[in-house]
């Protein structure tokens, strides 16, 4: 079955030091993989994506995320956190499903908060 | 240019009550999104039109849950005989084809008493 694992709850990093948060992914097919952040009381916004092509995509407000087909990850990263990306972000999968449509799932989320 | 806009942004119902929430998707954007999400949660799948036809309703938990898409472009979700497990708050999003990210709404925020 398709899934998507966020396995931090809450990540915690000094703001300037770069930042990671994981996802991993399974699905039948070639996965399409998205990054979308929540602020409080606002709707998800979209980040970033990969199709395909280069493993390295780079997305809005200075994020990035590489994909690794043999980890099956997509882990979101950022060189130099600010106080202001602390958030709540989702990683998502969209897949191919069984009667030829296309599902989107999405991870449980991961509390992101960054440190002055 | 204008997002995807949702109404109402709260709405507290009895439990046994019918409600409807509206969605208001990006002009142009063939394809729309209903998600559930509950607290401490990621969005949860109900349905997706593309154009006035859902392609897929295999998310709606239950023949409570409906949703239409008449001219293929505003949505609504409507509840039959709320539940109190029906709280959640109730994302919308829309994208210009299936193949391209989605853009979410603020949600409704539902509660049932």
């Given at each position: 079955?398709?899934?998507?694992?966020?396995?931090?709850?809450?990540?915690?990093?000094?703001?300037?030091?770069?930042?990671?948060?994981?996802?991993?992914?399974?699905?039948?097919?070639?996965?399409?993989?998205?990054?979308?952040?929540?602020?409080?009381?606002?709707g998800?916004?979209?980040?970033?994506?990969?199709?395909?092509?280069?493993?390295?995509?780079?997305?809005?407000?200075?994020?990035?995320?590489?994909?690794?087909?043999?980890?099956?990850?997509?882990?979101?990263?950022?060189?130099?956190?600010?106080?202001?990306?602390?958030?709540?972000?989702?990683?998502?999968?969209?897949?191919?499903?069984?009667?030829?449509?296309?599902?989107?799932?999405?991870?449980?989320?991961?509390?992101?908060?960054?440190?002055? | 240019g204008a997002g995807v806009s949702?109404?109402?942004?709260?709405?507290?119902?009895?439990?046994?009550?019918?409600?409807?929430?509206?969605?208001?998707?990006i002009?142009?954007?063939?394809?729309?999104?209903?998600?559930?999400?509950?607290?401490?949660?990621?969005?949860?799948?109900?349905?997706?039109?593309?154009?006035?036809?859902?392609?897929?309703?295999?998310?709606?938990?239950?023949?409570?849950?409906?949703?239409?898409?008449?001219?293929?472009?505003?949505?609504?979700?409507?509840?039959?005989?709320?539940?109190?497990?029906?709280?959640?708050?109730?994302?919308?999003?829309?994208?210009?084809?299936?193949?391209?990210?989605?853009y979410f709404g603020p949600?409704?925020?539902?509660?049932?008493?």
């Amino acid at each position: 079955a398709q899934s998507v694992a966020q396995p931090e709850d809450q990540v915690n990093v000094a703001e300037g030091n770069p930042l990671t948060v994981k996802c991993t992914y399974s699905v039948s097919g070639n996965p399409y993989l998205f990054w979308y952040v929540q602020y409080p009381n606002r709707g998800l916004q979209f980040l970033l994506k990969y199709i395909t092509g280069d493993n390295l995509v780079k997305g809005s407000y200075g994020f990035e995320a590489e994909f690794n087909k043999s980890q099956t990850s997509f882990h979101l990263k950022k060189p130099s956190a600010l106080v202001s990306d602390s958030a709540l972000y989702f990683c998502a999968v969209r897949d191919l499903a069984a009667s030829g449509t296309y599902k989107y799932i999405f991870g449980t989320g991961t509390r992101l908060k960054v440190l002055a | 240019g204008a997002g995807v806009s949702q109404t109402p942004s709260n709405k507290v119902t009895e439990k046994g009550k019918y409600v409807e929430l509206r969605c208001d998707p990006i002009s142009g954007h063939t394809a729309l999104y209903w998600y559930r999400q509950s607290l401490g949660q990621g969005p949860e799948f109900l349905i997706y039109f593309q154009g006035t036809g859902a392609a897929d309703d295999s998310g709606l938990p239950n023949d409570r849950f409906f949703a239409v898409r008449p001219e293929g472009s505003v949505s609504t979700l409507k509840i039959q005989r709320t539940e109190r497990g029906d709280s959640a708050v109730y994302l919308c999003a829309s994208s210009l084809t299936l193949a391209n990210e989605q853009y979410f709404g603020p949600g409704t925020r539902l509660t049932v008493t």
